[in-house]
C-alpha cells in the first residue's frame, strides 16, 4: 500500500501540471464590477477624492491592471502569476503544509513551511499575501494623505504648503492605483476556483460525487459574467460595511475560507448544467460571488483609513496626530532630510 503522504503529493503534482488556462480570476467585467460598486459605495466620512465619479471609474478600470501585466518578461511573469491564487486543500492546509487559519506572518515564513513539505509558493500561490501586503500599502497612502492634507491647511510657511499641495495631487492618484490592485486581489479572493486545488476541473482528488474534469475556470469567470451578470443585482446583493475588529491576516483567512467553502457548490452547479443556459441558480451564484468581493473591498478601504488615524510616516516619522493637531511642520519629513 503506497505511503498517503506520498500519494497525496503526487496527486497534487498533477494537479499542478494541469493546463489552467488563466492564472486570473474574473475577466474585465467581474473584476471592474468588483471595483466600481465598492467604491460606489463607500461612507461619506472617507476622503472626498475617494468618492468622486472620477475614483469609480479610475478604480474599475485599475482593478483589472494585475491581469494586464501578464507576459511581461519571465522574471516579472513567474514572481507575480502565483500572487492571483491559492492551492488549497480539502484539509483547509495550503498543498499539506501551513494551514489557512495559521498562516506564517510573512512571505518569507510561508515559503519556509512550504518547502517543509516539498513544495514553494511559486506552486501554492500566495493570495492571502497579496491581500494583505496591498492593505497595508493603503493603509500607509491614506496615513500620507491625512498628513499632507492637515499640513496643507495649516502649517504657517507658505512654500511649504504649496508643496504639500502638490504632493498631495500626487498622492492621490497613486491611492487610487494602489486601490486598483488591492481591488483587484480582493476580486480573485471571492472566485473559488482561485482558492482551491480543484481550480480547472476536480483533478486527481477523491471525487464521489462526480465533479467534472472540463477545463471550467476561464468560461465560468470571464464570458458567462459578461453575458449574464447584471452589476445593480450585484449591488444589490453586498451586505453591509461589517468590523471585524481583528489583524487583516485573519480577516484574510476568513475571507477565503468563505470562498473556499463555495467551491463544492459550483461544481454542481455546473454537474447540474447550470452554466450551460444561464440558470437562474448559476447567476446567481455568481452575483452573490462578485457581490462578497465588491463587500469585501468596501470594508478593507474603510478599515485602512481608520486604521491610517494612528498612522506614522515620513523620515523622521511624525504622526497623523501630531499634523493634524498642528503641534509639528512635518515638511522635513515629507520631502526628504535624506
Not at 506520498?6 to 471592474?32: D, E, K, N
Not at 484539509?91 to 516539498?118: F, I, M, N
Not at 497595508?136 to 491614506?142: A, G, N, T, Y
Not at 495649516?154 to 498631495?168: I, M
Request: aromatic share 10%; proline share 7%; glycine share 8%.
Amino acid at each position: 500500500m503506497p505511503n498517503p503522504a506520498i500519494r497525496l503529493l503526487a496527486l497534487i503534482a498533477c494537479a499542478l501540471v494541469a493546463p489552467v488556462g488563466s492564472a486570473f480570476a474574473w475577466g474585465s467585467t467581474g473584476h471592474r464590477i468588483i471595483g466600481r460598486l465598492a467604491v460606489e459605495v463607500l461612507p461619506d466620512d472617507l476622503p472626498a477624492f475617494l468618492r468622486t465619479a472620477e475614483a469609480v471609474e479610475v478604480v474599475g478600470e485599475l482593478s483589472r491592471e494585475p491581469d494586464r501585466w501578464k507576459d511581461a518578461g519571465k522574471a516579472h511573469d513567474s514572481d507575480r502569476d502565483p500572487a492571483h491564487f491559492l492551492n488549497l486543500g480539502d484539509d483547509g492546509k495550503v498543498l499539506g503544509g501551513p494551514s489557512l487559519s495559521s498562516l506564517p506572518e510573512t512571505r518569507a515564513g510561508y515559503e519556509t513551511a512550504l518547502r517543509a513539505v516539498g513544495s514553494d509558493s511559486w506552486k501554492a500561490g500566495y493570495l492571502p499575501y497579496s491581500i494583505i501586503e496591498g492593505w497595508q500599502q493603503l493603509v500607509k497612502d491614506l496615513t500620507y494623505w491625512r498628513i499632507e492634507a492637515a499640513a496643507a491647511e495649516h502649517v504657517a510657511d507658505p512654500a511649504h504648503r504649496a508643496w504639500f499641495r502638490r504632493d498631495l495631487a500626487e498622492r492621490q492618484q497613486l491611492t487610487l492605483r494602489d486601490l486598483g490592485t488591492l481591488s483587484h486581489y480582493v476580486g480573485d479572493g471571492s472566485q473559488p476556483l482561485h482558492v482551491s486545488i480543484h481550480f480547472n476541473g476536480w483533478g486527481p482528488f477523491p471525487n464521489p460525487e462526480g465533479y467534472t474534469q472540463e477545463h471550467i475556470h476561464g468560461p465560468f469567470e470571464g464570458p458567462f459574467v459578461r453575458d449574464h451578470v447584471d452589476p445593480s443585482a450585484v449591488k444589490a446583493d453586498m451586505t453591509p460595511y461589517r468590523d471585524c475588529a481583528c489583524a487583516i491576516a485573519t480577516w484574510t483567512a476568513d475571507y477565503l475560507a468563505v470562498t473556499d467553502r463555495q467551491v463544492a457548490p459550483l461544481y454542481t452547479l455546473y454537474k447540474q448544467g447550470a452554466f450551460a443556459n444561464a440558470d437562474p441558480r448559476a447567476q446567481r451564484f455568481v452575483t452573490e460571488r462578485l457581490a462578497a468581493g465588491a463587500a469585501a473591498l468596501r470594508d478593507l478601504i474603510v478599515d485602512a483609513w481608520l486604521a491610517s488615524a494612528s498612522g506614522r510616516a515620513g523620515w523622521p516619522a511624525v504622526s497623523v496626530a501630531d499634523v493634524e493637531a498642528g503641534r509639528v511642520d512635518p515638511y522635513d519629513s515629507m520631502y526628504g532630510v535624506d
